[in-house]
């Protein structure tokens, strides 16, 4: 600045190059960009040498260089260059007296620092920036003159600062309000996915298609890499993957991926605590379980899916970018987990529903047609009774007849023999074709042990019978009084073939089918098998090869019982000779109630060595229970808390079982249990003083039922 | 001798009971018949009040109850109140329904025996075991 210049001109000049500073910063909205170009622009128009912004820290106890003009500006920022506030540099003293300092020849002023960067310098000034009562930092700018500023030039800098310091609040103000602005933005966006995926999802209703199509669409409305939906298994101990993004989730999938709740990873832990959980780095967190299917996972979120107080599962949503998610994003993409809990919980009550429905709808058409043959069963024994005994009342009064006209009264035997045939046939139909549908529903069954038990009752020795039953056999569904009737059918009728012959022997084999939809029962004999005009005719009633009094209705009553319970039922000739008959019972695939066994009790079980029996022994005694298994009385049966008795013991009649335990005044702790319950045996064995007389039970819920009847 | 023993029939359908009530005269016995458990109790409670009580009764199950309402279970109301009325008193179920729970019911109720029709040709023989154990 040139001495002859006028004080009026030199005020005029610093203030509009004041002015020019603040007309070109008024204009840069970005913190960073004007603190930049300010030097420079300060410079410029001032002419000086150097110039600098320094900007408090956020503990107010620094000043932190943050732009400086030239290679010396840089290299101190590089440095992270900074003075104490209220030390004894100028900008220091700038700051915490908030007055402008100057230093005219910088050699001689004790508060200077001098500055190896800046090594020119001989004036310097310090100018506070400051926005009303609030220090944002300090201006420094340095010229190589001597004495380059007076008192008076404070002025019209101070003035260019304190418009510095506006422009610098201004343009703060507005990154700030930019970054809510992006964040208010990204939480309406993510609120909106979450009602596009909530929209997307709560239309479909079928489980397997929501679960498969939900990761789609959430990938898809928020641009995630993967999504993968983890649902629990029935015990509420694992978290079984249910649906997965991409090759990545059906590899898993396929694999049976599952986590453990409560466990070390983010989806065992969310669904645990009922928290989402969030992973920014994916390498640093320490919940979390990393995945060979997922390897450019860099931030994870693991969300609860809860409907209610009930959690269904778990969400996993991960992305490639770091820190993808902030804390805020939980209430948005909650609210997207709780859509889709809510839908997968209506397409399982779906489910759930129309099982239930099936049920229903099964239950009251069996009990409609219980109702109608029940009806029918006893109008046709009402009316039929009459005729027998009237029958047998004439036959009495033939006898008293004087015996003169032997042909009259021959005639006339024969006229009774013909009506109680009759009678007799209609009693028969009543009992074999109309019966089916009884008293029981279908109901899980060993099916082994209902054959079995039908041969036995039926007194075929055990020399005649060969048994091939297969392991791990499943449960049937069947009235199992029918089906053991069904059975026993069967074996009479290949008894009946085998009549007379020498050797007699039936063989008898049981397995599942390969679909596992069945249990097979293939019951074959040693006789002259079916002949091939007859294959299509033996499953009509009334159809029979035998002598005019046999009904023929037993393999037409078995086709009836088979057919009642959906089964299926055929006839062939085996090569080897004789014919065998295929009963397929259906496998019971309904869910088992779970069973409340008891505990501590001792058991006597009067029954032989079979598939039951080994049930029911391991059964009890994984419940806590003491049981002893024998074909008879054991000693002191009263030391025992129950005792269970087979009606069919191979070894004799359970009858002479019974009243020895009556003698022993233990019946009223006994209870019979067959696997087929008719009237007459009923109440024979009730009327041995027994506690009951039940079905057998073929599942735990079944037996312990059985256990706690009164 | 039978003639001394007096069974009480009771069953709704006509064609059984006149059936039911032949067969039991000719084997000697004295046979009152009642068509309802109604018409039963009051046979029952006029033969005790008359110093001629049953020994043995055979009821079927489905008819008019005691209060005039056709019921399948009307049969074992009736043994109900027999049996409280007369403890002792031997009673046979003689019914169409052949069916196990109906059997069990009847049995714990105190029935000595359920018949299904159609089945019943042991009648006789029962009915002399009962009489005479």
Not at chain 1, 178 to 187: D, G, K
Not at chain 1, 352 to 364: D, G, K, N, P, S
Request: hydrophobic fraction near 45%; glycine fraction near 8%.
């Amino acid at each position: 600045m040139s001495n002859n210049v006028s004080l009026a001109e030199r005020r005029a000049m610093l203030l509009q190059a004041g002015a020019e500073v603040s007309r070109k910063v008024a204009s840069i909205l970005d913190p960073d960009r004007l603190l930049n170009e300010v030097v420079d622009i300060i410079c410029d128009e001032f002419g000086f040498y150097y110039a600098g912004v320094f900007l408090l820290d956020e503990a107010g106890e620094w000043a932190v260089l943050r732009a400086g003009r030239g290679e010396a500006g840089a290299a101190m920022i590089a440095e992270g260059h900074k003075l104490k506030v209220g030390g004894h540099s100028m900008i220091g003293t700038a700051i915490a007296e908030r007055k402008a300092r100057i230093a005219l020849d910088v050699g001689e002023e004790p508060v200077h620092f001098k500055n190896p960067h800046l090594p020119d310098t001989r004036s310097e000034m310090a100018l506070p920036l400051m926005v009303g009562e609030e220090v944002l930092g300090a201006l420094t700018v340095q010229s190589t003159e001597e004495a380059a500023f007076s008192d008076e030039d404070i002025t019209s800098l101070q003035a260019m600062a304190d418009q510095l310091a506006i422009a610098l609040r201004n343009a703060q103000l507005y990154a700030q309000n930019q970054r809510l602005l992006a964040q208010t933005e990204r939480r309406a966006r993510l609120l909106a996915a979450a009602a596009q995926v909530g929209r997307d999802v709560t239309s479909i209703l079928d489980l397997d298609e929501l679960l498969n199509r939900a990761v789609d669409i959430i990938c898809d409305a928020y641009g995630f890499y993967y999504a993968g939906v983890f649902l629990l298994d029935e015990a509420g101990e694992w978290a079984v993957l249910r649906a997965g993004r991409g090759e990545a989730g059906a590899a898993m999938i396929a694999e049976g991926h599952k986590l453990k709740v409560g466990g070390h990873s983010m989806i065992g832990t969310a669904i645990a605590e009922r928290k989402a959980r969030i992973a920014l780095d994916v390498g640093e967190e320490p919940v979390h379980f990393k995945n060979p299917h997922l390897p450019d996972t860099r931030s994870e979120m693991a969300l609860p899916l809860m409907v209610g107080e009930e959690v269904l599962g778990a969400l996993t949503v991960q992305s490639t970018e770091e820190a993808a998610f902030s804390d805020e994003d939980i209430t948005s993409l909650q609210a997207m987990a709780d859509q889709l809990a809510v839908a997968i919980n209506n397409a399982r009550l779906l489910k759930e529903l129309e099982a239930a429905h099936a049920e229903l709808v099964r239950t009251r058409t069996f009990e409609a047609i219980a109702m109608v043959t029940t009806e029918a069963i006893h109008w046709v024994g009402n009316k039929a009774s009459p005729i027998l005994v009237s029958v047998e009342r004439l036959r009495e009064d033939l006898e008293r007849l004087p015996q003169a006209d032997r042909d009259l009264l021959d005639s006339m035997r024969e006229d009774l023999a013909l009506i109680e045939e009759s009678a007799r046939l209609i009693f028969s139909v009543q009992e074999h074709l109309i019966g089916p549908v009884r008293e029981e529903k279908p109901r899980p069954a060993m099916v082994e042990d209902v054959v079995r038990d039908a041969a036995v009752a039926l007194g075929i020795p055990e020399s005649v019978v060969r048994y091939r039953i297969a392991p791990l056999l499943p449960l049937g569904r069947a009235d199992t009084t029918q089906l053991r009737r069904a059975f026993g059918y069967v074996l009479i009728n290949a008894l009946e073939a085998m009549a007379g012959q020498e050797t007699q022997e039936i063989f008898i084999e049981v397995a599942p089918t390969d679909d596992g939809r069945f249990v097979t029962v293939r019951i074959a004999d040693s006789g002259p098998g079916i002949p091939e005009e007859a294959m299509d005719k033996i499953w009509t009633a009334f159809y029979t090869t035998k002598e005019p009094k046999h009904a023929g209705l037993g393999l037409s009553a078995c086709l009836q019982i088979l057919k009642q319970i959906d089964g299926r039922v055929s006839a062939a000739n085996r090569p080897e000779g004789g014919a065998v008959i295929e009963i397929q019972v259906p496998v019971f695939d309904g869910d088992l109630p779970k069973a409340e066994l008891p505990t501590g009790k001792s058991v006597l079980l009067v029954d032989d060595a079979d598939p039951w029996s080994r049930f029911v022994e391991r059964t009890l005694t994984a419940a806590g229970n003491r049981v002893v298994r024998s074909t008879d009385v054991v000693e002191d049966p009263g030391r025992f808390d129950l005792i269970l008795v087979d009606d069919v013991l191979e070894g004799g009649d359970s009858l002479a079982v019974l009243q020895k335990l009556r003698e022993a005044g233990v019946g009223d702790r006994t209870i019979v249990v067959s696997s087929g319950l008719r009237v007459e045996r009923t109440t024979t064995l009730l009327q041995q003083g027994v506690r009951d007389v039940l079905l057998k039970p073929y599942t735990p819920d079944g037996l312990a039922a059985l256990l706690t009847n009164p | 001798m039978n003639d001394e023993v007096r069974i009480l029939l009771v069953d709704d359908e006509p064609l059984v009971l006149r059936s039911m009530e032949k067969t039991l005269l000719r084997a000697g016995f004295d046979v009152e018949t009642a068509d309802s458990a109604g018409a039963g109790l009051a046979a029952f409670e006029a033969a005790r009040d008359a110093g001629e009580p049953f020994h043995l009764a055979i009821l079927d199950l489905h008819m008019p109850d005691l209060e005039g309402q056709d019921s399948p279970d009307a049969g074992l109301e009736l043994l109900r109140v027999l049996l409280q009325a007369d403890t002792d008193l031997p009673i046979i179920v003689l019914t169409a329904y052949d069916e196990v729970g109906r059997a069990k019911e009847a049995i714990r109720l105190g029935a000595r025996a359920y018949l299904v029709k159609g089945r019943e040709a042991e009648l006789l023989e029962l009915v002399n075991e009962v009489i005479n154990p």
